[in-house]
Nanobody, 113 residues
Framework: QVQLVESGGGLVQPGGSLRLSCAASGRIFSRISMAWYRQAPGKERELVATITTGGGTNYADSVKGRFTISRDNAKNTLYLQMNSLKPEDTAVYYC???????WGQGTQVTVSS
């Protein structure tokens, strides 16, 4: 079974940047699509970005042009580069393997001055 562990969250000022990482266990990582979700307080969890095994990507409209999802199959790691952060990006960010129904524990991102 794949396990996912996120890291890289923290407190950042508006306009700043953060890079989230998601380390995956097991040998299946390169053969599955991956995704980032987020959940803000009092709101439902929402899809942020997805990446296929071939590197194809999709983004929520709210993050297009600011966030970049990528993967390093040699390191079994998924990334989310977040630039031009806004207070409304504040949320717990989760790594997800949709085909396996596996979630990470989440990492908190807070955008505030």
């Amino acid at each position: 079974q794949v396990q996912l562990v996120e890291s890289g969250g923290g407190l950042v000022q508006p306009g700043g940047s953060l890079r989230l990482s998601c380390a995956a266990s097991g040998r299946i990582f390169s053969r599955i699509s991956m995704a980032w979700y987020r959940q803000a307080p009092g709101k439902e969890r929402e899809l942020v970005a997805t990446i296929t095994t071939g590197g194809g990507t999709n983004y929520a409209d709210s993050v297009k042009g600011r966030f970049t999802i990528s993967r390093d199959n040699a390191k079994n790691t998924l990334y989310l580069q977040m630039n031009s952060l806004k207070p409304e990006d504040t949320a717990v960010y989760y790594c997800n393997a949709p085909q396996l129904g596996v979630w990470g524990q989440g990492t908190q991102v807070t955008v505030s001055s």
